[in-house]
């Protein structure tokens, strides 16, 4: 099956436009390793500079700062 990147954009509250790009086709053997994970990086990108608050807001993970640890001593003599 062919693989595709789905790009999500706000177009106004709630009115949305998705779209599909196509990052490859099999025989996925001829295809170098990595290269469908850059395809995909590249795609997922260019969406999140489109509308970054979008992504943003839709991952958790991004809106708090993971604690301070303190310094660790360095080793003893």
Known sequence: MPL???GIRRLS???YEI???ELG???YAE???GVLTERYIRALEQSIRQQPEG???SHKRWKHQPPV???QPS???
């Open 4 to 6: 595709y990147f789905i």
């Open 25 to 27: 086709r099999p025989p």
């Open 75 to 77: 080793g003893a003599d």
């Open 19 to 21: 779209w599909a790009e």
């Open 69 to 71: 640890q303190a310094a």
């Open 55 to 57: 992504y943003l807001w």
């Open 13 to 15: 509250r709630g009115r």
């Open 31 to 33: 295809i170098s390793e």
